[in-house]
C-alpha cells in the first residue's frame, strides 16, 4: 500500500472532546447466579483486582492515532482530582508530556464509568459525565489549532454543552477549527434515548454544524437515531435484529449518505460493526475545500461510494473498535493514500483492536499494519446484491455508484 507522503512535522493530529477513566473491578470469577446480588441492600460480593482505563474518544482515537505513528495532541477536559490525574498518568505512560494539553479545571470533577461486566451477561454502566459536560469553544487552544492539519471531535451527544442551545457549541467548536485551516472530522456516540442529549433535534443540530465538518464517521445505529429516528425505534425495540444487522442495505446506506452530503458534510464514513466501513465522499470541489489534511487527490477521492467487509480475527474485545477504525482511516488520509486503500487500512486497524480486551493493547505499529494486510490478510465474505454496486477482486472491497 502507499507509503507516508508527508513529514511528520506536517500531519499534527489534535483529538478533542470526551475523556473519562473507566473503572473496571475484574468478575470473571463471579458466579452467574451471585452477581444479580449486587445491588441488594446489605449485600456483599467478592470480585478481583480493578483495572483503570482512558476512554472516550480522546483516549481511544488520539491514543490508537499517537500509536500509528501519528503525531497527535489530546484536547479534553478533566478535574483536578486523583481521577484526573490517573489519567494523565495513564496517558503520559504512552510518551511524557502527552497529556499537557488537557484543560485541567478544579472546578469540576473528572469524567468517569464504572463497568459492571459479570460474566455471560451483559454490562452495566455507570457513568459520571463530570468536566465534559462542561466542555465548550473555550477550552480549545488557539495556539495548538494553528499548528494542526487535522481536528478529530468526538462523542457531542454525551456533552451538555455541545447539545444545548440547539447545538451552538458544537458549530463554534468546529468553526474554529476550520477557521484555522483545519480539516474537521466527528464521531458520534449513540445517547440514552431518556436522557437529555438523547431529546435534542439532531437532524437540526448537524444541519448548522454541517457546513465544517469535513468528515463525519458516526456508527449506522447512531446514523439511523439521529436522521431516521422511526426506524430505529422500529429495528432496536421491536426485536434482536440489530444486533443482526441484516437490516443493513447498500441502498440504505446510500440514502443517509445522500442526505449527509446534501447537508454539506465532505466525507461520510458509517461503522457497520461486523458488516465493516461504508464510504462515501462528496465531488471535487468538496474534497478540495477540506482544509490541510485534504486529500493529496481530490480528484481521485472525488465521488466514491466504497465498502469493505472485516478482517477476520479472533475477537477477544470491542472496547473502542469504532475509535480505532477511525483513527487508522485518518492516519491513511495524513499518510497521502487512496479513498480505496484508507478504506482498507481503516478496516484493518479496527480488525486489530478487537484482538484484545482493551481498546488499546491490539493496535500495532502501522507499518505492521500493513504488512499484515499485504501478505493476504483474509476477509469476511460480503455480499451486496444492489445494481451499480461491483466487486473490486484486488482490494477486495465493494465499489458503489457513488456520485458524479
Given at each position: 500500500m502507499a507509503g507516508d507522503q508527508h513529514k511528520d512535522t506536517n500531519r499534527d493530529a489534535i483529538v478533542a472532546g470526551h475523556i473519562c477513566l473507566d473503572i473496571l473491578p475484574d468478575m470473571s470469577g463471579v458466579p452467574q447466579d451471585e452477581w444479580r446480588t449486587l445491588f441488594r441492600p446489605g449485600s456483599l460480593l467478592n470480585t478481583g483486582p480493578v483495572h483503570f482505563a482512558p476512554g472516550g474518544v480522546v483516549a481511544n482515537t488520539g491514543l490508537t492515532l499517537h500509536k500509528l505513528g501519528?503525531?497527535?495532541?489530546?484536547?479534553?477536559?478533566?478535574?483536578?482530582?486523583?481521577?484526573?490525574?490517573?489519567?494523565?498518568?495513564?496517558?503520559?505512560?504512552?510518551?511524557?508530556?502527552?497529556?499537557?494539553?488537557?484543560?485541567?479545571?478544579?472546578?469540576?470533577?473528572?469524567?468517569?464509568?464504572?463497568?459492571?461486566?459479570p460474566p455471560g451477561?451483559?454490562?452495566?454502566?455507570?457513568?459520571?459525565?463530570?468536566?465534559?459536560?462542561?466542555?465548550?469553544?473555550?477550552?480549545?487552544?488557539?495556539?495548538?489549532?494553528?499548528?494542526?492539519?487535522?481536528?478529530?471531535?468526538?462523542?457531542?451527544?454525551?456533552?451538555?454543552?455541545?447539545?444545548?442551545?440547539?447545538?451552538?457549541q458544537l458549530?463554534?467548536?468546529?468553526h474554529r477549527a476550520r477557521a484555522n485551516g483545519l480539516t474537521t472530522s466527528l464521531d458520534m456516540t449513540l445517547p440514552d434515548p431518556s436522557?437529555?442529549?438523547?431529546?435534542?433535534?439532531?437532524?437540526?443540530?448537524?444541519?448548522?454544524?454541517?457546513?465544517?465538518i469535513d468528515i463525519f464517521v458516526p456508527s449506522i445505529e447512531e446514523t439511523l437515531y439521529?436522521?431516521?429516528?422511526?426506524?430505529?425505534?422500529?429495528?432496536?425495540?421491536?426485536?434482536?435484529?440489530?444486533?443482526?444487522?441484516?437490516?443493513?442495505?447498500?441502498?440504505?446506506?446510500?440514502?443517509?449518505?445522500?442526505?449527509?452530503?446534501?447537508?454539506?458534510?465532505?466525507?461520510?464514513?458509517?461503522?457497520?460493526?461486523?458488516?465493516?466501513?461504508?464510504?462515501?465522499?462528496?465531488?471535487?470541489?468538496?474534497?478540495?475545500?477540506?482544509?490541510?489534511?485534504?486529500?493529496?487527490?481530490?480528484t481521485g477521492w472525488a465521488g466514491k461510494e466504497l465498502w469493505s467487509p472485516c478482517f477476520q480475527v479472533e475477537v477477544v474485545g470491542t472496547t473502542g473498535a469504532g475509535d480505532a477504525t477511525i483513527a487508522g482511516l485518518l492516519?491513511?488520509?495524513?499518510?497521502?493514500?487512496?479513498?480505496?486503500?484508507?478504506?482498507?487500512?481503516a478496516v484493518a486497524v479496527g480488525a486489530c483492536n478487537v484482538e484484545a480486551t482493551d481498546a488499546l493493547s491490539g493496535i500495532l505499529p502501522w507499518e505492521e499494519t500493513m504488512r499484515r494486510v499485504e501478505n493476504g490478510w483474509p476477509r469476511h465474505n460480503l455480499s451486496i446484491d444492489t445494481p451499480g454496486w461491483q466487486y473490486d477482486s484486488q482490494l477486495q472491497i465493494w465499489i458503489g455508484p457513488g456520485r458524479t
Open positions: 501519528i503525531p497527535t495532541r489530546l484536547m479534553g477536559k478533566i478535574g483536578d482530582d486523583p481521577f484526573g490525574q490517573a489519567i494523565r498518568q495513564i496517558v503520559d505512560s504512552f510518551q511524557p508530556g502527552l497529556s499537557d494539553d488537557m484543560t485541567v479545571d478544579d472546578a469540576v470533577s473528572t469524567s468517569y464509568t464504572i463497568i459492571i461486566n451477561v451483559d454490562r452495566i454502566f455507570l457513568h459520571c459525565p463530570g468536566a465534559n459536560d462542561t466542555f465548550s469553544a473555550d477550552d480549545l487552544h488557539d495556539d495548538l489549532l494553528a499548528k494542526g492539519r487535522l481536528f478529530h471531535f468526538g462523542y457531542p451527544p454525551v456533552m451538555r454543552q455541545m447539545y444545548v442551545d440547539n447545538g451552538a458549530v463554534q467548536v468546529l436522557s437529555a442529549g438523547g431529546q435534542v433535534d439532531w437532524v437540526a443540530i448537524l444541519q448548522a454544524a454541517a457546513p465544517y439521529m436522521l431516521l429516528r422511526s426506524m430505529y425505534s422500529k429495528i432496536f425495540q421491536s426485536d434482536d435484529s440489530g444486533y443482526r444487522q441484516d437490516w443493513i442495505t447498500a441502498p440504505l446506506l446510500t440514502e443517509l449518505s445522500d442526505q449527509l452530503l446534501d447537508m454539506g458534510v465532505k466525507i461520510v464514513g458509517f461503522k457497520l460493526g461486523d458488516q465493516g466501513l461504508y464510504l462515501r465522499t462528496g465531488d471535487h470541489a468538496a474534497m478540495k475545500s477540506m482544509g490541510a489534511a485534504r486529500p493529496s487527490d481530490p492516519s491513511a488520509l495524513l499518510r497521502g493514500m487512496s479513498a480505496e486503500q484508507a478504506l482498507v487500512a
